[in-house]
Structure formats: structure tokens, C-alpha cells
């Protein structure tokens, strides 16, 4: 649609000119998708890994076990994984580790020492919490929680949430990619031991239309993939107040609501209810009710744009204005 040129320019620019390989943009509203295009050596058919895209979809699978009253958000980890926290004088529950606040040390994503053994290490960064600091290996957590309250392997479950959201595409084959992400092993990600993990807090590959059914989803809140009680709920922040700590320090304007990145005071964006989430490899996937309008960007640069300068926000705004 042409009012969504200048944000279609910004993603022909940063391909033609750097640092993006290729790209795939789309806009969706509440009854589908409004505008896509591809760029560079790329379809918009294409499957992309999300990295922490993955994040709210498994939120999203925890959130209909909740709603069946198999968890709550206070359900202990200890529960889905009994030896969990030896050592720990606090008790680290299900809202903890989908709101960065659970304390848990942090390996690297691409750990060779298994997700599961990772997540069983001794000691803690911090008191659940009492702190907010980026975790990935807490979503291994969850998804432990997932497989204890639903008896099935926790992929089911995330499968489950692409196909009422009509998201077909959703998966853990890397192989269903053609976009492996470029200097993933200069920025530090050996990615064939990292795809090989099946993260649940990273691991998924989709395709743009794949958000972008899921971002109308959400803005319908008919209840396709969680009742609007519970799409309400996620969205309350679990960490107002709390010491946030790098890559996510206070002055970002966000806070974590349940799983979602709630960019509530951003200072670089023109919104104040916008919610969504960044992968690893410079996709996005953002969703602002207020206009009714979600956006995702795919492309595959290891470590991001935001390495080479270029300011997301840019695009948030040249979507939001024409929104």
C-alpha cells in the first residue's frame, strides 16, 4: 500500500547500500497482510531463522496451559524439573523465567554442554526476582514447564499456537532456510551447534507471513490463539522498578511483560504501546494495537544492524506514521 513507501524505502536502502544481505518486509492489520516485498537475493516465501522471535511464541504456548489450568505464572521450575536450583535460597517460577528476572547464569547460545545441563548448572547471577538481566536459557525452563503440565513433547504445544494462528510455516529445521545468517562465526555463533540445539528460546525459522498471521491474531484478540483476558495479561510488565541491567538497561524504555518486549517509553519511537520482539540476526516483529498495525522485518546479519549504526527505530516510525 503506498503509504507504507517510506518504510518499504528504508528496507531498499539498507540492502542496496548495507549492511543488510537481503531482506524481507511485511505490514499487516487485524484482517491480514496490507504490504510485502522482498530484497536482495530473496522471496517472500522464504524461511528466516527468528532467534529470539521464538520467545513469545513458546510465551504464547506456556499462556494456553494457563488458561487451562495446567500452570500459573507462580508455578515453580522445580515442578516441571525436580533438582533445579541446588544451592539456590530462592524459588525461580514461571514468571520469573519469562520475564528475564529469574537468575539463572547464562551460557552461551550456541552451548556445547546441552541446553538442559546448561539450565541445571550450579550457582545464580542474581535472586529471582530482584533483577532484570536477557536470558535465553530460561526459556529451555519453560519449556520444561510445558512438557510437565502438558505430558507431550513442548514443540506440540508450540505447534499447536502456529496452527491456531495460521502460521503454517513455523518450525525448528534449519534446513528449511536458505538465509543462514552471515558472519554468524565472526560475532561469535558457531550456528550448525546452535541449530542443532532446537532453542527454545531462539531456534525457530518462519516465514513473514508466518508474523505476520500471528501479529493479526493478536490484533483481532478474538481469542484465535489466546483469550483477550489473557493477551491483556501478558502485556503487564513484570519489571517496573527493577534494576535492568545490559543489553536492556532502563534507559532503553521498555520493560518485559510476558515474554513481549514492551516498549512503552522508548525514546526513539513515536508510540507508547507498541510490543513485540528482536532476533539475534536483525529480524523484528512488532505489534502496535493502537493502529492497528504490525510489521516484520527477515533478514540474515549475524549479530544485527545495529552493529553497523543503523537505528531500527527508523523503520518502527516510517511504519507507525503511515499506519
Request: net charge negative.
Given at each position: 500500500m503506498p503509504q507504507f513507501d517510506h518504510a518499504f524505502d528504508w528496507v531498499r536502502r539498507n540492502v542496496a547500500d548495507g549492511p543488510l544481505p537481503n531482506a524481507v518486509l511485511g505490514v499487516a492489520?487485524?484482517?491480514?497482510?496490507?504490504?510485502?516485498?522482498?530484497?536482495?537475493?530473496?522471496?517472500?516465501?522464504?524461511?528466516?531463522?527468528?532467534?529470539?522471535?521464538?520467545?513469545?511464541?513458546?510465551?504464547?504456548?506456556?499462556?494456553?496451559?494457563?488458561?487451562?489450568?495446567?500452570?500459573?505464572?507462580?508455578?515453580?521450575?522445580?515442578?516441571?524439573?525436580?533438582?533445579?536450583?541446588a544451592g539456590r535460597d530462592d524459588v525461580v517460577r514461571l514468571r520469573h523465567l519469562a520475564s528475564h528476572t529469574s537468575g539463572i547464569v547464562e551460557p552461551p547460545l550456541d552451548t556445547p554442554d546441552g541446553l538442559r545441563p546448561s539450565l541445571l548448572a550450579p550457582g545464580r547471577d542474581f535472586a529471582a526476582g530482584t533483577v532484570s538481566r536477557y536470558s535465553t536459557i530460561a526459556f529451555e525452563g519453560i519449556a520444561a514447564l510445558i512438557e510437565d503440565a502438558s505430558g507431550a513433547p513442548w514443540e506440540r504445544a508450540v505447534a499447536e499456537v502456529a496452527e491456531r494462528a495460521d502460521?503454517?510455516?513455523?518450525?525448528?529445521?534449519?534446513?528449511?532456510?536458505?538465509?543462514?545468517?552471515?558472519?554468524?562465526?565472526?560475532?561469535?555463533?558457531?550456528?550448525?551447534?546452535?541449530a542443532a540445539l532446537r532453542h527454545p528460546g531462539a531456534g525457530l525459522l518462519g516465514r513473514a507471513s508466518d508474523l505476520l498471521a500471528l501479529g493479526s491474531a493478536l490484533l483481532r484478540d478474538d481469542g484465535a490463539v489466546v483469550a483477550p483476558l489473557t493477551a491483556a495479561a501478558m502485556l503487564r510488565p513484570l519489571t517496573s522498578g527493577l534494576p535492568k541491567l545490559e543489553p536492556y538497561p532502563a534507559s532503553r524504555g521498555q520493560d518485559w511483560g510476558f515474554t513481549w518486549n514492551l516498549r512503552h517509553s522508548a525514546p526513539g519511537l513515536l508510540t507508547t504501546d507498541t510490543f513485540g520482539h528482536g532476533g539475534w540476526a536483525g529480524t523484528e516483529f512488532w505489534v502496535t494495537p493502537s493502529l492497528g498495525v504490525c510489521f516484520v522485518l527477515m533478514t540474515n546479519l549475524g549479530g544485527g544492524f545495529g552493529r553497523f549504526g543503523v537505528d531500527a527505530d527508523e523503520l518502527h516510525n516510517a511504519v507507525a506514521a503511515a499506519g
Open positions: 492489520n487485524a484482517e491480514g497482510v496490507v504490504a510485502l516485498d522482498a530484497f536482495g537475493e530473496a522471496s517472500v516465501d522464504d524461511h528466516y531463522p527468528l532467534f529470539s522471535i521464538t520467545k513469545p511464541v513458546v510465551g504464547l504456548a506456556a499462556l494456553r496451559l494457563v488458561e487451562q489450568g495446567r500452570l500459573t505464572p507462580d508455578t515453580p521450575l522445580e515442578r516441571g524439573l525436580p533438582g533445579f536450583g502460521a503454517s510455516g513455523l518450525t525448528f529445521d534449519a534446513d528449511a532456510s536458505p538465509h543462514a545468517p552471515i558472519d554468524s562465526a565472526e560475532q561469535g555463533l558457531d550456528y550448525a551447534r546452535f
